[in-house]
């Protein structure tokens, strides 16, 4: 998630533990410290843009790492603030800010290693949006009545923030699995058998959902909103690059990417270049994650290192495009030619 929310989340911790233990401010400080801390490795460059995105979220998330760590930040902040009676209890606090961290990032869709060193499996529920408003506004606003209000009502507060924000991950995660079931049989109808159905939310809400399946030679994408009259989703339909995917597939850059992204990517040349797409992060036509791997000669001469290839969405069309379709209203989305290939109803 953004920082912020891992900021309010690890305040928000900090003070349900500490209680009036402590002053509101420590507990909130500290929390919001500790909330921070895993994504100081979004600063280490790993050698390339490929090994910087996967690398992200690996071992300064693991939850084995996190809670070696919580002792020794427990004991820094005790000692500071002259508390060495409530070690035990800052201990408990700071633990809890630090591996909620990544349990919260493991409800987006980017991948999070919680169980290096003995695994470099990425998880990722992918039911809530990096950024989120209708998660991240409860936990503030607990917090701040947390430090305002003097008496138990701001810890009431606070903790009424904690159990609206985790009500609201239950809640993505159902409608998620309704919108899945949805899919599926939107697929069925149309003939299609995919290898893999990814599910997540469109941008700040858990109304409206982006759909992509794969199938060995092409990927479909879709959107479904709950308050559509339809369960019918129109799929846009494109090539995967099955015959790059063959042709490369020792390809160690491409062989992470395919690993990282359990399967939901795609190879693009053009100009002579190779590209891999992280087909989860996005939207067609603009990804979030895109890599250009250089020339043939390039990377058989190991001359050249993956780059990111920044493609960024024109915003005077995708959020009003975002806003629309969230309320059910059936439009294509903005960027996709008119002429790419569609399976189901045609949108009005």
Do not use: C
Not at 28 to 46: Q, R, S
Not at 118 to 140: E, M, N, Q, R
Not at 233 to 261: N, S
Request: aromatic share 10%; no cysteine.
């Amino acid at each position: 998630m953004d920082s912020l929310t891992q900021i309010a989340l690890g305040s928000a911790v900090g003070v349900a533990v500490m209680g009036r233990r402590t002053a509101a401010w420590k507990a909130a400080l500290w929390g919001a410290v500790a909330g921070t801390l895993p994504d100081l490795d979004a600063f280490i460059d790993h050698g390339d843009a490929i090994l910087n995105m996967t690398r992200h979220r690996a071992e300064s998330h693991a939850l084995f790492v996190l809670t070696l760590a919580a002792p020794v930040l427990a004991w820094i902040v005790s000692r500071l603030h002259g508390e060495s009676a409530l070690f035990k209890r800052w201990w408990l606090a700071l633990w809890l800010a630090l591996i909620t961290h990544p349990l919260l990032d493991t409800m987006t869709v980017y991948g999070t290693q919680l169980l290096q060193p003995f695994s470099d499996h990425p998880f990722g529920v992918g039911s809530v949006f990096i950024i989120d408003p209708a998660y991240t506004v409860p936990l503030i606003v607990g917090v701040i009545a947390a430090l305002r209000l003097k008496s138990t009502r701001g810890l009431a507060w606070n903790t009424a923030g904690l159990v609206l924000s985790t009500l609201y991950l239950v809640w993505s995660v159902g409608a998620q699995q309704h919108v899945t079931q949805i899919a599926r049989a939107s697929l069925q109808q149309d003939g299609v058998a995919p290898d893999g159905l990814l599910v997540t939310p469109a941008p700040f809400n858990t109304l409206l959902w982006r759909l992509v399946a794969t199938t060995p030679t092409q990927y479909l994408e879709g959107h479904y909103s709950l308050l559509d009259d339809s369960k019918r989703i129109v799929w846009t339909v494109h090539a995967r690059g099955a015959e790059l995917i063959e042709k490369h597939r020792d390809d160690p850059y491409i062989a992470r990417m395919a690993a990282f992204t359990h399967g939901f990517y795609s190879v693009s040349a053009a100009d002579g270049r190779l590209f891999v797409t992280d087909l989860r992060m996005g939207q067609e036509p603009t990804y979030t994650f895109r890599f250009d791997l250089g020339t043939d000669a390039a990377r058989a001469s190991g001359a050249h290192r993956p780059t990111r290839s920044v493609m960024s969405p024109d915003l005077r069309q995708a959020l009003p495009w975002l806003w629309r379709r969230l309320q059910g209203e059936r439009m294509a989305p903005p960027g996709v030619p008119p002429a790419t290939p569609r399976l189901g109803a045609a949108p009005a």
